[in-house]
T-cell receptor, first 115, second 109 residues
Framework: EAEVAQSPRYKITEKSQAVAFWCDPI?????LYWYRQILGQGPELLVQ????????DSQLPKDRFSAERLKGVDSTLKIQPAELGDSAMYLC?????????????FGPGTRLTVL | GIQVEQSPPDLILQEGANSTLRCNFS?????LQWFHQNPWGQLINLFY???GTKQNGRLSATTVATERYSLLYISSSQTTDSGVYFC???????????FGSGTQLTVLP
């Protein structure tokens, strides 16, 4: 069964360091999402791609976060420099189409701890 | 944006009991999904149910879009059902999901 892949699964870093997370969506899925989940809360959207284009990055802290999906397939989310408040689960999801009616499928997530 | 409220926030059951989780939302929806978050943090898709009723084994879900709520039913609960259950919705032109705060379910042996 097709799944969303993410790596690494766990990352521990010190504040002010750079970190990067990778996501490979389900094959053929045009829309890719990065969500952040703080402990005890539901996930919240950081950035959404349609193919290689960003369609919503209004909640992405652009002074330190960047995201790309260069060939419209896999994606990388980067944080530089990391801060203590960035400790969270970073979840990637994909959906097959362009409309909001499409079911989203999530990867296993990357759990980030910033010391 | 759309508001999503889940109840109850916490639920403790004995194995074999039945339960109902509720999700209220503030606007019309074009996508409603129920997820189970396992202890490792992965979100497992349970139902894609913007309207109507679906069943999958011991789980079933109903969404009444005109009254802006959805229910998740768990029958004959098992310890492996423990975890956090999320309702998530997209509305209008927005494609991203807005999540509720979740229901923490604990099933005791």
């Amino acid at each position: 069964e097709a799944e969303v892949a993410q790596s690494p699964r766990y990352k521990i870093t010190e504040k002010s360091q750079a970190v990067a997370f990778w996501c490979d969506p389900i094959s053929g899925h045009a829309t890719l999402y990065w969500y952040r989940q703080i402990l005890g809360q539901g996930p919240e959207l950081l950035v959404q791609f349609q193919d290689e284009s960003v369609v919503d990055d209004s909640q992405l802290p652009k002074d330190r976060f960047s995201a790309e999906r260069l060939k419209g397939v896999d994606s990388t989310l980067k944080i530089q420099p990391a801060e203590l408040g960035d400790s969270a689960m970073y979840l990637c999801a994909s959906s097959p189409g362009t409309g909001g009616t499409n079911e989203q499928f999530f990867g296993p997530g990357t759990r980030l701890t910033v010391l | 944006g759309i508001q999503v409220e889940q109840s109850p926030p916490d639920l403790i059951l004995q194995e074999g009991a039945n339960s109902t989780l509720r999700c209220n939302f503030s606007d019309s929806v074009n996508n409603l999904q129920w997820f189970h978050q396992n202890p490792w943090g992965q979100l497992i898709n349970l139902f894609y149910i913007p309207s109507g009723t679906k069943q999958n084994g011991r789980l079933s879900a109903t969404t009444v879009a005109t009254e802006r709520y959805s229910l998740l039913y768990i029958s004959s609960s098992q310890t492996t059902d423990s975890g956090v259950y999320f309702c998530a919705i997209s509305s209008g032109s927005a494609r991203q999901l807005t999540f509720g705060s979740g229901t923490q379910l604990t099933v005791l042996p």
